[in-house]
Every structure is written in structure tokens, then in C-alpha cells.
Nanobody, 118 residues
Framework: QVQLVESGGGLVQAGGSLRLSCAASGRTFSSYVMGWFRQAPGKEREFVAAISWTGGTTSYADSAKGRFTISRDKAKNTVYLQMNSLKFEDTAVYYC???????????WGQGTQVTVSS
């Protein structure tokens, strides 16, 4: 069974940077797509970025383009989300998620809080 554990959240000033990590375990991920989502208070969970495990193809929400970078380290079974130029509106709980190719995101981590002070 796939398990995802996020880390790296915290409090940062606007304009600062954070790197989130997602440690994945439970199987090999060669046919998986890994993603980051976020949920702000009172709002629905929204897509942030995704990466295919094997080929490294990435996709981003418009709000993340140019500021966030998703990557993966196959040797460490870890996915990262580098977040630069953070804004107050980036404040949310960030979740790591996994899906098989052609499927929907169905495995989720517990989330990590990111708070950006203005």
C-alpha cells in the first residue's frame, strides 16, 4: 500500500521560499504520477503541480507557474515542491498525492501547513 508523508511546511514571510518534501513508500512508482495540492481555510482543495515518476513530465496550476518547481528523486523515493516568491494567498495545507497513469489521485498524505505572513 502506498504511503505518502509530507514535511517542510512552516511560517515564512512574503517573498520567501520553502521546499516541501513528500516521502513515498509501499511500492515502485514507475507507472505513477505524483502531485501537490493545497487547501486554504474555507476553500476547496486545488491542484498545484504534478510530475510523472518515470519521464519527469511536469504540469502546474497558473498560480504556481514561474514560482514553484516540482521535482522527484527516484533514489530517495521523494517528491519535492520548491516554492519561491511566496505570497500571502499561498497560505494553505499542502498535500502530496499519487495516482497511476490514466487514473485519478486517490492516495494522499496527511498534509503540511504553509503559512505566509504579509
Amino acid at each position: 500500500q502506498v504511503q505518502l508523508v509530507e514535511s517542510g511546511g512552516g511560517l515564512v514571510q512574503a517573498g520567501g521560499s520553502l521546499r516541501l518534501s513528500c516521502a513515498a513508500s509501499g511500492r515502485t512508482f514507475s507507472s505513477y504520477v505524483m502531485g501537490w495540492f493545497r487547501q486554504a481555510p474555507g476553500k476547496e482543495r486545488e491542484f498545484v503541480a504534478a510530475i510523472s515518476w518515470t519521464g519527469g513530465t511536469t504540469s502546474y496550476a497558473d498560480s504556481a507557474k514561474g514560482r514553484f518547481t516540482i521535482s522527484r528523486d527516484k533514489a530517495k523515493n521523494t517528491v519535492y515542491l520548491q516554492m519561491n516568491s511566496l505570497k500571502f494567498e499561498d497560505t494553505a495545507v499542502y498535500y502530496c498525492a499519487a495516482r497511476v497513469l490514466g487514473g485519478s489521485f486517490g492516495t494522499w498524505g496527511q498534509g503540511t501547513q504553509v503559512t505566509v505572513s504579509s
